[in-house]
């Protein structure tokens, strides 16, 4: 490649951090796999151990606040026992922050990793919370159409092949009922580490703009906002009740 276009080739964190290493390397591989549906995680304790850190230790306190950012619909409000899915639960922090939140729904985390939603289960049998775990991909979710009051994504859309997040916000659409809501929490474009932790994978900086990928899916009264000053962001959505 001509020394010109190598210069605009842009530097991602994950090659900053691991690029050089071939050990580094290595240990990225065993965490994750970088399938076909996404970059799925392998080392569930160890991402309990980032994730931590990146949260200064407040993980619950900041997944209460991005559960909290769900708006209390007249769906939500009169059906407080219906299903909120968490798309790409990972090892359940918005689920159970979920849980804490709306304790009479019944919320089903779904993710393709084997290992992450076996924590999630024996984290939720630890805590003696009746939360349902299961093995699954975003693109074709295992819930009937119309069975869900609000779906979540936790900082899942982005691990999704950028093709692939117009086919993984249809099945959202597809399975609220009509004036159920979206929770999207991404790390914020705009925050000091939310911005360098976007940059973290190539695909991510192909600028994943969830305003837009909502508006594009159907969603309407698109709002946002931050969880975190400087790491999180959150955006949510209706689908209308006419749909
Ligand atoms: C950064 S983790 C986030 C986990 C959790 N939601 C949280 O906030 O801690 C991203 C998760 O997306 C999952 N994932 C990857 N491909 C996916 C797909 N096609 N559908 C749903 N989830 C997927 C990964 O396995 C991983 O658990």
């Known amino acids: 490649m001509p020394g010109g ?13 691991f690029g050089k290493s071939e050990g580094a390397r290595g240990m990225l591989e065993k965490m994750v796999d970088q399938g076909e549906t996404g970059d799925t995680f392998r080392a569930a304790r160890l991402y309990d151990v980032l994730s931590g850190t990146l949260t200064l230790g407040r993980r619950d306190q900041v997944f209460d606040r991005a559960a909290a950012a769900l708006p209390s619909t007249p769906l939500l409000s009169a059906t407080p026992s219906g299903l909120i899915v968490d798309v790409g639960c990972g090892t359940g922090a918005l689920s159970f922050a979920l849980a804490r939140r709306f304790p009479d729904a019944g919320v089903l985390g779904i993710d393709p990793s084997a290992e992450m939603v076996g924590r999630a289960r024996s984290q939720a049998a630890k805590k003696g919370i009746d939360l349902s775990f299961e093995t699954g991909t975003a693109q074709s979710l295992a819930v009937d159409d119309e069975a869900a009051v609000a779906v979540c994504f936790s900082l899942s859309l982005h691990h999704l092949p950028a093709a692939d997040r117009p086919a993984a916000l249809g099945e959202a659409v597809r399975v609220l009922r009509p004036g159920g809501s979206i929770l999207v929490v ?8 939310g ?14 703009s969830v305003t837009e990928a909502l508006g594009d899916a159907g969603f309407r009264s698109v709002e946002q906002g931050r ?4 790491l999180l962001g959150w955006w949510t959505g209706r689908k209308l009740a006419c749909d």
Request: glycine share 6%; aromatic share 6%.
């Open 5 to 17: 276009s190598q210069s605009q080739r842009p530097v991602y964190l994950r090659d900053m951090m």
């Open 195 to 208: 911005s360098a932790m976007s940059m973290h994978d190539g695909d991510i900086a192909e600028k994943l």
């Open 227 to 230: 969880v975190t000053n400087r």
């Open 186 to 193: 991404e790390f914020d474009p705009v925050g000091r580490i």
